[in-house]
C-alpha cells in the first residue's frame, strides 16, 4: 500500500531537503486540531464533512528546486507542526514525474491526501485539501472542481493507483452518512475530518473515542425522534 513502493519513486537528494522543508512550510500550516471549539468555527461557517480513512498521509509539493519544476512526495507523518522541530533524517521526500501540471502550480501549490488501501488489491489516493496562496478564499468545493480540471488527469500516467478526490458532505448529510454511506464502504474508516468552507490553517478531525461518540449521538437523535413520532 506505500506509494513509494508501489511506484519505485526515487528520493529527493540529502542536501535539498532543508531547502523543500523551507519552501513548504512558508506554504501551509500543520496545525490540525480535535478541539470543539473550532468545530463550531466550521460548523457555523457551512463547512464540510469529509470522511477520514486508514492510510498513509502524504502532500504532493509543486515546487521549484535549482530553478527546475519538481514534484515532490512528502510523508506528513515525520513532519512536525514547527519546521525548526524536525529531524532531517526521519524526513520522506520523493520525486514524481507529472506530466503536464500547470506553471503556475509551482509557486508552492500543495495536495493533501492519503493512500489507502480499496477492497484487497486497489490502490486509491484521496485527495482532501489543496494549498495554494491565490486560493484561500475559495469555496473547497469550487477548489475541488478546479482540482479535477487542471491536475488530476496529470495522474493519468499512473497505472496502479487512482488519484480522486475525497467527497465533500455537508453537516446536514452527517445522519445519512452515519447511519448508511459508512457501513457500505470497502475502506476501513477510522474517523472523520471537518474542513471550512475556505482554506483554513487548521482543520478539525476525530481520533476514534470522537468518532464513536459521534455515531452514539447521532443514535440516540434517531431513537428520540422515533419516540416523538409515537
Known sequence: MNIVNVLKLPSVEVQFIPTVLKSLYSCIDF??????????????????????????????????????????????????????????RNIKMFYMHLPFIDNKYYDGSILDGKMIKVGKTSNSFIIHEFYNKSLMNMDLREKHQLIEKDIIHCFDNINQIAFQLARLYNFSDLPDL??????????????????????????????????????????INKRNSKRKSL
Do not use: H, W
Open 31 to 88: 496545525a490540525t486540531t480535535s478541539d470543539d471549539k473550532q468545530l463550531e468555527k466550521v460548523r457555523d461557517e457551512n463547512g464540510y464533512v469529509s470522511v477520514q480513512f486508514q492510510g498513509i498521509a502524504y502532500l504532493i509539493f509543486f515546487t521549484m528546486i535549482n530553478g527546475k519544476k519538481k514534484n515532490v512526495l512528502i510523508s506528513k507523518k515525520e513532519l512536525q507542526s514547527d519546521n525548526s522541530r524536525n529531524n532531517l
Open 178 to 219: 452515519l447511519e448508511n454511506k459508512l457501513s457500505k464502504s470497502q475502506c476501513r474508516v477510522i474517523g472523520l475530518m471537518f474542513l471550512g468552507k475556505t482554506s483554513k490553517p487548521y482543520y478539525v478531525y476525530t481520533n476514534e473515542i470522537m468518532f464513536n461518540t459521534i455515531k452514539l449521538i447521532n443514535e
